[in-house]
């Protein structure tokens, strides 16, 4: 399609006008061409010689190879379609393989951090587990000093000689009282410090479990990255793979329309030569019936005749002159903005898809520049396909024929504009990254009315 084609019409006003046609010049020669031919000598001048006379063998072997080639076309034509849809495809893959990559890569990351931090929990845990167990040791080291030293001052816990010795009833009391709270004291610490070291040994398990079961989702994680990096790689692969078959595809079909274009001059040219030689007839049959007339009338050649009138181009040659501009573009390229009635020009910036596919560097045409320079004989257009759609007489789409415009486009405007060519076909400057190229017609998104500039 034309991008950008309403925008076109901002920009259309600094482009020049298509200035003196050069098919109507050329109409004008061939005109006094044929008055000098048939008008300027009178019936002195006896009409020139026959001009070639295709057979109809001829034409018909043309007009069959022009077929085989349209139906080639037409061939290619659908397989680029269907591999332009599996490239489509291909490219949704890889957008999709692109986002599960990203998807294992955070993945991946959070399983790391988890991974970090259970470490560290479980270096933690390790740690109090340590701390308790040394203070147990140091608790039951301080128990045993104190037993000890007890025992070798008489005054072990429960010990006879721990009484025997006191000074008093009252001093007796005080001091079984005082072993028994030392003893106790020392014997409750040791309890609390063996429930404190299971507590912490039963964390720094559950620490250690966590941490490993941390590392193995890490292990998870960093396969599926794998798995994920790969399946990318294969989808961007395959999308390369057919980006290249699309790209070759392109070329047979831009080589078979060039055979086509050429096998369809082939047919004009010789249904031109017919056309011409019956022209020729006509006016030889009109030259002896003013003999004849003559001498029925007993003229001995004395005032003669007016000049005749030129004869008329074959009907639809203008509309032929139009298709031959056309087709002989096809296989440039689609540059935004380009193309005059002289024709292609380089592109210009548009600012998006254009801007993209570099049109500003190139020579070429885009949709209604290569209208301008078909209609370049017939009619100065603009250069915006909204306009050409009001340049001329709309006709419905049931009743269109070759030679007619056709537009695509909705209640936004016209965006796209092509030429019919009959049988289905029509000549086309497509979108930027594309060439001037012969496609089936298009009815998604067609307008309803062709417009019609001839006849």
């Not at 591999?83 to 599960?100: F, H, I, P, R, T």
């Not at 004291?185 to 964390?203: F, G, H, P, V």
């Not at 501009?325 to 548009?350: E, F, H, Q």
Request: aromatic content about 6%.
């Amino acid at each position: 399609m034309c991008a950008g084609e309403r925008r076109w019409a901002v920009v259309a006003g600094r482009r020049g006008g298509p200035g003196v046609p050069r098919a109507r010049r050329g109409l004008t020669v061939s005109a006094l061409t044929l008055v000098i031919l048939f008008g300027a000598g009178g019936t002195g001048l006896a009409a020139p010689p026959p001009p070639p006379n295709p057979s109809d063998s001829d034409l018909n072997s043309s007009k069959a190879d022009a077929n085989a080639k349209a139906g080639e076309v037409g061939r290619l034509t659908n397989q680029l379609a269907q591999a332009e849809q599996k490239l489509s495809q291909l490219q949704d893959d890889v957008e999709l393989k692109q986002e599960e990559a990203n998807k294992a890569l955070v993945d991946l990351q959070s399983a790391q951090d988890a991974a970090a931090q259970a470490e560290n929990d479980a270096k933690a845990a390790r740690t109090e587990a340590d701390a308790a167990a040394a203070a147990i040791e140091k608790a039951r080291n301080d128990l045993k000093t104190f037993a000890a030293a007890s025992f070798q001052q008489g005054s072990t816990v429960g010990s006879l000689s721990a009484y025997l010795s006191a000074d008093s009833p009252k001093d007796m009391l005080a001091r079984a009282q005082l072993l028994d709270a030392v003893g106790g004291d020392r014997l409750n610490a040791l309890d609390r410090l063996q429930q404190a070291q299971t507590e912490k040994s039963n964390k720094d398990a559950a620490a250690r479990k966590a941490a490993e079961n941390a590392q193995q989702k890490q292990d998870a994680a960093r396969e599926a990255k794998t798995s994920a990096d790969s399946a990318q790689a294969r989808a961007i692969s395959a999308q390369d793979s057919q980006a290249t078959q699309n790209t070759q595809l392109e070329k047979n079909k831009s080589d078979v329309e060039q055979q086509l274009y050429t096998a369809q001059a082939k047919v004009s040219g010789l249904q031109g030569q017919r056309q011409r030689y019956q022209d020729w007839l006509v006016e030889k049959q009109r030259e002896d019936d003013e003999r004849a007339r003559q001498a029925a009338l007993g003229s001995s050649g004395g005032g003669g005749r007016p000049a005749s009138k030129p004869a008329s181009g074959p009907a639809g040659s203008s509309i032929e002159a139009v298709i031959a501009r056309a087709l002989s573009k096809i296989g440039l390229p689609y540059a935004w903005g380009g193309g005059n009635a002289s024709g292609p020009t380089r592109g210009i910036r548009d600012g998006g898809v254009a801007d993209r596919y570099g049109d500003y560097n190139k020579i070429g045409f885009d949709c209604s520049g290569l209208m301008i320079y078909a209609f370049a004989g017939v009619k100065g257009l603009p250069h915006y396909s909204g306009y050409q759609y009001t340049a001329g007489r709309r006709v419905p789409l049931s009743q269109m024929r070759r030679g007619d415009m056709l537009f695509w486009g909705g209640a936004g405007g016209i965006h796209h504009v092509a030429l019919y060519l009959g049988g289905g076909q029509m000549v086309e400057a497509p979108q930027s990254g594309l060439r001037v190229r012969i496609a089936p017609v298009r009815y998604g998104g067609i307008m309803p009315y062709a417009t019609r500039l001839i006849g």
